[in-house]
């Protein structure tokens, strides 16, 4: 596997509470994404990077918002969880558009 | 923008057996399509991709082709066998689109 990790791989938090998480890459690639993965409904992009502080909306981006200060690091943050975006999150890398890598996912449950 | 299509949503074969998954793609600048497999509580994982510039391509049992006027392509599993039970995604992009375009995913069980 490339060398993508995610952080926390796990998570369970309450409704109305931030959430950040976090994928590093060892790699240096360019680009770096943040999918949700839900029952039904595939892997939706929610936003992703084309350069360090370069970041745009993906398809389900309401309610989340990411930073890129330094290459090897892509945050996603929740500002107030909603049961809603109980799921689970991929990061994905990589070093031109095609031949993304996925990260081991991180599992988010909201209550 | 791009809009991928999956088909069919599940499939089950006998052990031995051939698989095929199909994509339509709405988007005729899209170039790059890629097959995912995702193992149960696995990430996805690239196993095989095709270019718009070639037709066909073959990596052991699999293969994907690819038919630009018709704007599909088809994952292909030849001699399925029990570790082949996945979900499959197929996904296209386009040059200078800075992101993959996913399909909804095909679940594949080998029945032994």
Known sequence: ?111 | GENVEQHPSTLSVQEGDSAVIKCTYSDSASNYFPWYKQELGKRPQLIIDIRSNVGEKKDQRIAVTLNKTAKHFSLHITETQPEDSAVYFCAASKEGAQKLVFGQGTRLTINP
């Open chain 1, 1 to 111: 596997d490339a060398g993508i990790t995610q952080s926390p791989r796990h998570k369970v938090t309450e409704t109305g509470t931030p959430v950040t998480l976090r994928c590093h890459q060892t790699e240096n690639h360019r680009y770096m994404y943040w999918y949700r993965q839900d029952p039904g409904h595939g892997l939706r992009l929610i936003h992703y990077s084309y350069g360090v502080k370069d970041t745009d909306k993906g398809e389900v981006s309401d309610g989340y918002s990411v930073s890129r200060s330094k290459t090897e690091d892509f945050l996603l943050t929740l500002e107030s969880a909603t049961s809603s975006q109980t799921s689970v999150y991929f990061c994905a890398i990589s070093r031109e558009v095609n031949e993304q890598f996925f990260g081991p996912g991180t599992r988010l449950t909201v209550l």
